[in-house]
């Protein structure tokens, strides 16, 4: 039973309690009055029906005639005469009266008259005795109104009672039930303060409450400032604040392996000429300057498009990676780079040529890293020797995408007629048992009879605009599939698709007609997403926990922006990003960082992945950092 129950039910029986006690008390003074009426009236009736027969002849008739004109008035019970020895002369009393009083109040509230008696006297001789005794009848009614009004007034003052408790307990209510779902919140990992109420003692329990979330926030402040620092030392070069050549690499083989990244793309390398000569010539102050403007005017180029990434290498080496670049354009980002180097260059050397030189080469999905790699460092020995300082090895000739409208066609009918297949790969716990399965989108081409994988055509689908019906595709099929096998399924989720106008409402819906299947759903949705969708996602998020979907992270390590995310968004799982993941046996400064996440990620009682492992030696290490699972080629080989 509930507080607020139990103060209802107290005030009401203490209501009651009072109605009970003030109406006995009320009916046995209101008898208590009657009976003293009626004891008067008898009194005084007798007297003077006495000082009557006094005054008259004593003969039978004429006492007869006066006991019964004061009887027939219908106000008295008995009226008796006796003589003077006690003999009854004449007496008369009162029949059935009809009433409108219930025979069990006149038995809780009985009434007693008490008679009246007064002597008759003849002279100086007394003739004898009257007697009257008041009807009760009339005392009955009297008291039975009473107690119908006293019922009446006390039920009204009941209600209106009644009515202003329940308006207090709402308002009391109130604070109590936002702090209850404060501390549901809390509980689902979700820690927002709330407003003070105005009631005294709910306001320091609120205060309380906001001190322990303050201090939450706060521990989970220094957690993401440890694992930023942590992020830094193993994925940031110290002078430039650019990716390291560890994580560059851990990335590049993920676009190589990961079915949804472009499938074809850009390499370059860049390379500072005889870095250490000038080391001793000019300074390292001076050269770690002009080293800070390079790298400056790298990211403002990779900034052009949120899927490049740059990186420095080593000491000389910086590196430009372009997923889905054509030819062309590569080259023109290559010689904005050469010349803008050439000029901070400059300040340490007037003459320039054969000091910067570059590598480009074309890659591939599915291609061998070192292969790639190998032919990047061959143009870049090439380069060093070539007149305008720069070569491409290898350059492909990458098949011409359909032009806008084509595709535009192409996705429009897929998915008008459900042309979209699901490919699945396992994701497992760390003793190899599968946890769920990861789905990916394909498309069949009926034009070439091949299958086109998503990262073909799924930058097609964000450059449309297409990405909620691709996504709402995606999730139709999974419960399709859900509803033919058991396990669980992990759909994709594009963040455009989170600010679409009406996807949440059609997802709902979807959600309302497999709720049977819900519960083995899951969605995941790009690290970098969060930042721009944030509010979304917290919407979709509040709504699938109601269909027991589980949401979470891919990618997670890139930037560390979701690290709040993990407390206010209530994320289930995260996968670590494979460019932290790779070779991870081999670098301990990337171990003491998963080994971070997955101690905040445990504290959001948040499930952790991690995403590209290749080998059994990176296995190895995560079993002891405690991860929850993994996926990646190693978990196919497994499997298998």
Known sequence: MTLLRRLWLTALGATFAAFVIGFVISMVNARSYLEQQLRAQSQDNATALAL????QSKDRATVELMVSALFDGGHFEVIRFQDAKGAVVIERSGGVHVTTVPSWFEAMFSITVLPGQAQVSDGWKQAGKVTVVAHSRFAYESLWKSAIWFVLTMSLVGVVTGLILTALFNWAKRPIEDLMEHAKAVAARQYKTMAEPSVPELRRVARAFNAMVRQVREMFAEQSARIEALQREASKDTLTDLPNRAFFLGRFRDQLADESAHPNGMLVVLRIVGLLQFNRDQGRDAVDQVLAGIADRLRQLAAVQPEWLCARLNGADFALLMPGVAHDMAEQ????????????????ATDTRGVVSA????YQHGEIEREVLARVDHALVQGETSEQGWIAVLRATDAQAAPERDWLRVLTRAIGEAEFELATFPVLSMIGEELHEEALL????????????????MPWVQRLGLSAEIDMAAATLACLQLRRDEGEISVN???????????LARMQSLFEANRDVTPRLLFEVNEAGLALFGGALQAFTDMATRYQVRVGVEHFGRTFSSIPSLYELNLSFLKIDA???????????NQRLVKAIVGIAANAQCQVYAEGVHTAAEHAVLVTLGLNGYTGPEATRRLA
């Open 52 to 55: 009557s027969m006094s005054q």
């Open 579 to 589: 460019g932290l993941i790779r070779d991870i046996d081999q670098q301990p400064s």
């Open 333 to 348: 980002t290559l010689q904005a780079w050469m010349q803008s180097v050439r000029q901070a260059m400059m300040t340490l």
């Open 359 to 362: 590598g480009m080469t074309f």
């Open 493 to 503: 989720l594009l963040p455009a698709t989170l600010g679409a106008e009406g996807w």
């Open 442 to 457: 394909r498309l069949p081409d009926a034009e070439t009879g091949k299958v086109m994988t998503a990262g073909q055509f």
